[in-house]
């Protein structure tokens, strides 16, 4: 079954970092980069980073780029993407999602989403 | 960074009309690079339409998209009880790649 299926939810403090995980599996995980997209509560949705899988290459946001490590692992197929320095404006549902690398692609897998909640 | 803007924030209809959403964009942008997502509460995105025009695998032939250069259009006929949900627009051929704010098309 093509999916990506991401880790549990997450309540850190301010300050704080947090780790959530995206496993694929049913496809060739290195054909496609996994991006990572949040939406804050009531919010619309936020590009922050991709990773090539394969070549552990990542773009991101210039929003994010001081504060986000986003890594992969081949032999699992699983890409992690940290973020650091948390305040409650980084409360959010984070998905990851997929597109082909060949040419410019839309999100065409989701993953569930992760809930992170920031609170003292 | 390219700012999409959508219209209108919310619209109002009953199952069986037809829907209109727009997307505007902030530059014109070259190629077709422009989709259309549907979410409901609780769940993940899900690719209605991509290329501005071409539907996704599995997405029934009453969506439809349209246009070019920086208006971008998303149409639903015979609204189905399961399309009353947030509508977002994307263009992937950019970095970053940006989304707009969401139309909810509500009953």
Same mark, same amino acid.
């Given at each position: 079954?093509?999916?990506? @299926?991401?880790?549990?939810?997450?309540?850190?403090?301010?300050?704080?970092?947090?780790?959530? !995980?995206?496993?694929?599996?049913?496809? =060739?995980?290195?054909?496609?980069? &996994?991006?990572?997209?949040?939406? +804050?509560?009531?919010?619309?949705?936020?590009?922050?980073?991709? &990773?090539?899988?394969?070549?552990?290459?990542?773009? !991101?946001?210039?929003?994010?780029?001081?504060? @986000? %490590?986003? =890594?992969?692992?081949?032999?699992?197929?699983? /890409?992690?993407?940290?973020?650091?320095?948390?305040? $409650?404006?980084?409360?959010?549902?984070?998905?990851?999602?997929?597109?082909?690398?060949? %040419?410019?692609?839309?999100?065409?897998?989701?993953?569930?989403?992760?809930? /992170?909640?920031?609170?003292? | 960074? &390219? /700012?999409?803007?959508?219209?209108?924030? %919310?619209? $109002?209809? $009953?199952?069986?009309?037809?829907?209109?959403?727009?997307?505007?964009?902030?530059?014109?942008?070259?190629?077709?690079?422009? +989709?259309?997502?549907?979410?409901?509460?609780?769940?993940?995105?899900?690719?209605?339409?991509?290329? @501005?025009?071409?539907?996704?695998?599995? &997405?029934?032939?009453?969506?439809?998209? !349209?246009?070019?250069?920086?208006?971008?259009?998303?149409?639903?006929?015979?609204?189905?009880?399961?399309?009353? +949900?947030?509508?977002?627009?994307?263009?992937?051929?950019?970095?970053?790649? =940006?989304?707009?704010?969401? =139309?909810? /098309?509500?009953?």
């Amino acid at each position: 079954q093509v999916q990506l @299926v991401q880790s549990g939810a997450e309540v850190k403090k301010p300050g704080a970092s947090v780790k959530t !995980s995206c496993r694929a599996s049913g496809y =060739t995980f290195t054909t496609y980069y &996994i991006h990572w997209v949040r939406q +804050a509560p009531g919010q619309s949705l936020e590009w922050m980073a991709l &990773i090539n899988p394969r070549l552990g290459t990542v773009s !991101s946001a210039q929003k994010f780029q001081d504060r @986000v %490590t986003v =890594t992969s692992d081949t032999s699992t197929g699983t /890409v992690y993407m940290a973020l650091s320095s948390l305040t $409650s404006a980084d409360t959010a549902v984070y998905f990851c999602t997929r597109g082909e690398q060949l %040419t410019p692609a839309p999100f065409d897998l989701w993953g569930q989403g992760t809930l /992170v909640t920031v609170s003292a | 960074e &390219i /700012v999409l803007t959508q219209s209108p924030g %919310t619209l $109002s209809l $009953s199952p069986g009309e037809g829907a209109t959403l727009s997307c505007r964009a902030s530059q014109n942008f070259r190629g077709d690079h422009l +989709a259309w997502y549907q979410q409901k509460p609780g769940q993940a995105p899900r690719l209605l339409i991509y290329g @501005v025009s071409t539907r996704a695998s599995g &997405i029934p032939d009453r969506f439809s998209g !349209s246009g070019s250069g920086t208006d971008f259009t998303l149409t639903i006929n015979r609204l189905e009880p399961e399309d009353f +949900a947030f509508y977002y627009c994307q263009q992937y051929g950019y970095s970053p790649r =940006t989304f707009g704010q969401g =139309t909810k /098309v509500e009953v």
